[in-house]
């Protein structure tokens, strides 16, 4: 690893600019937040009803896209592992990184390439989601995307690959799911199944910054957490732990008592307050307030509660966080002390885990989408109000966060890439 790569200033603000407020670059959207200022979107929907484009898939996928004005970003797999009684035949497993019209839905290129071999064999807890799980980011300028093993890369609006760089070859039977974060020059990239490690890659030349090991039975993708002086701190959260970085130098500032368990949720961030979430029998869901040094477990954590939502990532707002967890249960807690406010079970159809999705918010409406139950919208507030059921007539399997865009929201399937919104 070359220091003198580091930057002795890294501009680490993630400026909010107006194209920033109509575009989707990262997992989660803007600030990482899963919140939109949009209004106007579609309370219902069916396969005929307010659907402005659909656009079939050359294979399939879990990520999320992203936009960049008038263009989506997304990435699918083929040739292996589309079906648990025929999966056919491993080295034939190909990445799909796609680039769809944002107006009209057509696939303006496809760029493929084969996976690196050996991956995880098809099946079991892989099987849920697949080869093509982690989410793209972009600066606007250009895109970056981490396929697990195979590594990650960078390209040009265009579909021009710029560079590419391993962060780690093991797999894990439950596949690899980290999504990327730019910090400043920093590309971030939780390569815990792929290293154990965290890594810091210059997104200008695909360059080592820092790395950071150690970082044992992580799916969830990191935040950046804004501190009252202006200044910013990583936060990983991994099995027993949660750290607090430098994303400079990747030096640790901070380290508290985590969940007890594998971690699947991102961390979430409001202010200088960063929530962490995850577990199975030992649920959790914490408050850790930034900016202290060393074991910061009794000093600031803020509160705990022994419940989470296991898979998808909770959202904050307006002093609430909402989350549906992986059995259907709709939660709400209050963020300034940790206290539930409501908790509601649906009856949503499917098999195994039902919500791997992570909701969305915007207009005071929550969307939340199920793997093969349909979309559910709820109203936000402290009472649970079921505003509608939606389902697009697909029966694949619906893995991916919805984005908001513009109005509209984009949806994707294992089959199908959705545009919705009020004709």
Request: hydrophobic content about 35%; proline content about 4%; charged content about 20%.
């Amino acid at each position: 690893m070359k220091q003198s790569l580091l930057l002795s200033v890294v501009a680490l603000a993630l400026v909010t600019s107006s194209s920033e407020a109509a575009d989707w670059m990262r997992f989660r959207g803007p600030q990482c937040s899963g919140v939109s200022t949009d209004t106007g979107l579609p309370t219902t929907w069916n396969a005929t009803e307010n659907v402005i484009w659909k656009t079939p898939m050359p294979g399939f996928g879990a990520s999320s896209p992203i936009t960049v004005g008038d263009r989506v970003f997304l990435t699918a797999y083929s040739g292996y592992g589309l079906s648990e009684d025929e999966p056919g035949e491993m080295e034939n497993l190909t990445h799909h990184f796609l680039c769809v019209d944002r107006n009209s839905g057509k696939i303006l290129w496809d760029k493929r390439s084969r996976a690196l071999q050996p991956e995880e064999p098809y099946r079991s807890f892989i099987a849920l989601h697949g080869y093509a799980s982690n989410t793209p980011v972009s600066d606007g300028e250009n895109v970056y995307v981490f396929l697990g093993k195979s590594g990650v890369w960078a390209y040009t609006l265009d579909g021009k690959n710029l560079w590419k760089i391993s962060v780690g070859q093991k797999t894990h039977g439950w596949g690899s799911g980290t999504s990327l974060l730019l910090a400043g020059n920093a590309l971030i990239v939780n390569a815990s199944v792929e290293s154990q490690s965290v890594w810091a890659i210059d997104k200008r030349n695909g360059e080592g910054l820092w790395r950071v090991e150690g970082i044992n039975d992580s799916w969830a993708t990191p935040v950046l957490l804004n501190l009252p002086d202006g200044k910013q701190e990583l936060v990983v959260s991994l099995r027993e732990k949660i750290l607090g970085l430098d994303p400079a130098t990747g030096e640790q500032l901070w380290y508290c008592d985590g969940v007890k368990d594998y971690v699947c949720p991102s961390v979430i961030a409001h202010d200088d307050v960063a929530y962490v979430t995850g577990g199975r029998g030992a649920a959790l869901l914490t408050a850790i307030r930034g900016g202290g040094r060393g074991d910061v477990t009794e000093t600031h954590r803020l509160w705990e509660l022994r419940k989470t939502s296991k898979v998808s990532t909770p959202v904050y707002h307006d002093g609430l966080i909402y989350w549906v967890n992986h059995q259907g249960v709709a939660c709400c807690v209050d963020a300034t002390n940790g206290e539930l406010v409501y908790q509601e079970r649906m009856k949503i159809e499917g098999r195994r885990d039902l919500v791997y999705a992570s909701p969305v918010l915007a207009d005071g409406k929550l969307y939340v989408v199920s793997r093969q139950g349909g979309a559910i919208v709820l109203a936000t507030g402290r009472e649970f109000k079921e505003l509608a059921r939606n389902d697009l007539g697909d029966d694949s399997v619906f893995n991916g966060t919805p984005v908001i865009d513009n109005s509209r929201l984009l949806l994707r399937s294992d089959r199908f890439l959705y545009c919705l919104g009020k004709k």
